[in-house]
């Protein structure tokens, strides 16, 4: 996904119980690995060399499906939904009955309401440089360039994404403020400290090192710049968890086949995450009651006569999608899926 007035439960740190983060790899493999991986692992731990080139290939593989997921996909989902491809923010208990600009309306309060809770307002006047990084087709990019006056840059995995944001930012004459180009961001390709605002709207949900991503993330921050994080996550594990259920982690495999999703994480690893790397004003909060009717609301859409139709045209990537959503509403209503928002402060 991609990845848009007061959040439901404000985590302020150190209110919470935040779950230790024993290691990088642990938080980045917290699922269990297939007994297919498990035989590679086996095989491979005899040699570190067999063991990185595995690693590298497993990711390279996530790479490509989730640009092929994402250049199938895009299209049907603009034609139905527009160009902001995220969650929408709703008030709590919100109907699913609302009409199609009540739900695109959501889309940009989502913008809104991250930009706020990060402290980010009109009145800033150190948005000078942006990077989106998971951008979609850039709906928030030129949204936060129009908003701020600021230069935007967005990065995906998809070629047709990078494509349809550039022809749409030529089609609003924002092609002088905002640009977009097919970059991993695991590696995103500029200098350090370019950005007074690092944005990543529903995009570490596909990161296959959570700490990798985190650490670049505040690479290409500038001093003093917001970093702001909107993701899906798995619960915070209680104290003495050392992992979810059995049935919990199956709920998310599934989830994961479809999305082309590596292991998930908490919130609570992201706050360790940011903790360690020293960044300041980090907080965090849990908006799932806030976007509960946009699943159900998307299903909705897919059911009507045009949606299936724009399914049945876009593929078999796409129809998957629409028969695991059920799954995205289940996790939440049984609370193992969270929608959380991290923000933190580079320090200058």
């Not at 000078?128 to 979609?136: A, L, N, P, T, Y």
């Not at 990078?162 to 930012?169: I, Q, S, T, V």
């Not at 590696?187 to 596909?206: A, I, K, R, T, Y």
């Given at each position: 996904?991609?990845?848009?007035?007061?959040?439901?439960?404000?985590?302020?740190?150190?209110?919470?119980?935040?779950?230790?983060?024993?290691?990088?790899?642990?938080?980045?493999?917290?699922?269990?690995?297939?007994?297919?991986?498990?035989?590679?692992?086996?095989?491979a731990?005899?040699?570190?060399?067999?063991?990185?080139?595995?690693?590298?290939?497993?990711?390279?593989?996530?790479?490509?499906?989730?640009?092929?997921?994402?250049?199938?996909?895009?299209?049907?989902?603009?034609?139905?939904?527009?160009?902001?491809?995220?969650?929408?923010?709703?008030?709590?208990?919100?109907?699913?009955?609302?009409?199609?600009?009540?739900?695109?309306?959501?889309?940009?309060?989502?913008?809104?309401?991250?930009?706020?809770?990060?402290?980010?307002?009109?009145?800033?006047?150190?948005?000078?440089?942006?990077?989106?990084?998971?951008?979609?087709?850039?709906?928030?990019?030129?949204?936060?360039?129009?908003?701020?006056?600021?230069?935007?840059v967005?990065?995906?995995?998809?070629?047709?994404?990078?494509?349809?944001?550039?022809?749409?930012?030529a089609?609003?004459?924002?092609?002088?403020?905002?640009?977009f180009?097919?970059?991993?961001?695991?590696?995103?390709?500029?200098?350090?400290?370019?950005?007074?605002?690092?944005?990543?709207?529903?995009?570490?949900?596909?990161?296959?090192?959570?700490a990798?991503?985190?650490?670049?993330?505040?690479?290409?921050?500038?001093?003093?710049?917001?970093?702001?994080?909107?993701?899906?996550?798995?619960?915070?594990?209680?104290?003495g968890?050392?992992?979810?259920?059995?049935?919990?982690?199956?709920?998310?495999?599934?989830?994961?086949?479809?999305?082309?999703?590596?292991?998930?994480?908490?919130?609570?690893?992201?706050?360790?995450?940011?903790?360690?790397?020293?960044?300041?004003?980090?907080?965090?909060?849990?908006?799932?009651?806030?976007?509960?009717?946009?699943?159900p609301?998307?299903?909705?859409?897919?059911?009507?006569?045009?949606?299936?139709?724009?399914?049945?045209?876009?593929?078999?990537?796409?129809?998957?999608?629409?028969?695991?959503?059920?799954?995205?509403?289940?996790?939440?209503?049984?609370?193992?899926?969270?929608?959380?928002?991290?923000?933190?402060?580079?320090?200058?």
């Open positions: 996904m991609k990845a848009t007035l007061a959040p439901s439960s404000l985590i302020s740190l150190p209110r919470h119980k935040v779950s230790s983060l024993r290691s990088p790899s642990l938080l980045i493999q917290s699922q269990r690995p297939s007994s297919a991986l498990m035989t590679t692992m086996k095989t731990s005899r040699g570190s060399v067999a063991v990185t080139a595995a690693a590298t290939s497993s990711v390279e593989a996530l790479r490509e499906g989730i640009a092929e997921f994402y250049n199938e996909t895009s299209g049907l989902w603009e034609e139905i939904w527009g160009d902001h491809m995220h969650h929408g923010f709703y008030d709590p208990d919100s109907s699913v009955q609302l009409s199609d600009s009540g739900h695109r309306e959501a889309q940009i309060r989502m913008i809104e309401e991250s930009l706020r809770f990060a402290g980010v307002t009109e009145e800033e006047k150190k948005i000078k440089r942006v990077v989106d990084v998971g951008c979609g087709i850039g709906g928030s990019s030129r949204y936060i360039a129009s908003k701020f006056g600021a230069e935007c967005g990065i995906t995995l998809s070629p047709v994404q990078a494509k349809r944001a550039n022809d749409l930012a089609a609003q004459s924002l092609s002088h403020k905002v640009s180009q097919v970059a991993d961001a695991l590696e995103q390709p500029f200098e350090d400290g370019m950005f007074d605002l690092v944005w990543s709207m529903e995009s570490g949900e596909h990161m296959p090192d959570k990798k991503f985190v650490k670049e993330l505040v690479r290409v921050a500038a001093p003093g710049g917001r970093i702001i994080i909107v993701t899906w996550c798995h619960r915070n594990l209680s104290q968890e050392e992992a979810l259920q059995p049935w919990e982690q199956n709920l998310l495999d599934r989830i994961c086949k479809t999305f082309y999703l590596p292991a998930w994480c908490s919130t609570s690893d992201y706050v360790n995450l940011l903790q360690s790397l020293s960044l300041q004003d980090i907080k965090c909060a849990d908006w799932s009651e806030n976007v509960a009717p946009f699943w609301a998307v299903i909705r859409t897919a059911l009507t006569w045009k949606g299936l139709v724009s399914l049945l045209r876009s593929g078999m990537k796409s129809i998957k999608g629409a028969l695991t959503m059920p799954l995205m509403i289940e996790g939440y209503k049984k609370g193992i899926i969270k929608f959380g928002i991290i923000t933190c402060q580079k320090p200058l």
